[in-house]
């Protein structure tokens, strides 16, 4: 049994298997059954009540089961979670699931070319926190993470080791 979140509003519980080109089970408690085929890794083809839909994986993240899909021409993030993530939030523990990164090491040898960003800032995942030049090449070093810079420990132009201390959040 999987909750499912469609554009963070639409909450539908789902029960469905697969097997050799056809889907059936329930949605919200009601009985469904259909046919697809897998075109490649990331289009399929389905029919459900006699209605026909493309549907293109965009996006997708086992970790933390989401997705992202566009059906017929049209965009749908989904969010999953099982009975095991919603035992998880009964007890309150779902946050603990996830790790928290705390640090930013330096992947390799090299120098730092720039920083970004200053102590205190709010950085989102994926934002460009500092560039480091190593054979010859420019590395842009992401946040793993949502979060605020506690202590930058280098300073532009120092060159670094493996594994040294470059940010704290």
Same mark, same amino acid.
């Given at each position: 049994?999987y909750?499912?979140?469609?554009?963070?509003?639409?909450?539908?519980?789902?029960?469905?298997?697969?097997?050799?080109?056809?889907?059936?089970?329930?949605?919200?408690?009601?009985?469904?059954?259909?046919d697809?085929?897998?075109?490649?890794?990331?289009?399929?083809?389905?029919?459900?009540?006699?209605?026909?839909?493309?549907?293109?994986?965009?996006?997708?993240?086992?970790?933390e089961?989401?997705?992202?899909?566009?059906? *017929?021409?049209?965009?749908?993030?989904?969010?999953?979670?099982? /009975?095991? %993530?919603? =035992? @998880?939030?009964?007890?309150? !523990?779902?946050?603990?699931?996830?790790?928290?990164?705390?640090?930013?090491?330096?992947?390799?040898?090299?120098?730092?070319l *720039?920083?970004?960003?200053?102590?205190?800032?709010?950085?989102? /995942?994926? %934002?460009? =926190? @500092?560039?480091?030049?190593? !054979?010859?090449?420019?590395?842009?070093?992401?946040?793993?993470?949502?979060?605020?810079?506690?202590?930058?420990?280098?300073?532009?132009?120092?060159a670094?080791e493996?594994?040294?201390?470059?940010?704290?959040?």
């Open positions: 049994m909750s499912i979140k469609v554009n963070d509003k639409g909450l539908f519980k789902a029960d469905l298997k697969q097997n050799e080109g056809v889907f059936e089970g329930t949605l919200n408690d009601k009985l469904i059954r259909g697809f085929i897998k075109i490649n890794a990331y289009q399929y083809h389905m029919i459900y009540n006699n209605q026909s839909y493309n549907v293109d994986v965009i996006k997708l993240n086992p970790a089961k989401t997705m992202i899909l566009k059906i *017929n021409s049209v965009k749908y993030t989904i969010a999953l979670k099982d /009975k095991y %993530d919603e =035992l @998880l939030h009964s007890l309150g !523990m779902d946050n603990i699931a996830s790790a928290k990164i705390n640090q930013i090491k330096a992947p390799m040898p090299g120098m730092v *720039n920083i970004l960003v200053h102590e205190g800032n709010e950085v989102k /995942k994926g %934002d460009v =926190l @500092l560039v480091l030049e190593a !054979m010859k090449m420019e590395n842009m070093l992401k946040s793993p993470t949502d979060g605020i810079i506690k202590k930058i420990a280098v300073q532009k132009g120092n670094v493996k594994n040294q201390l470059l940010i704290q959040f």
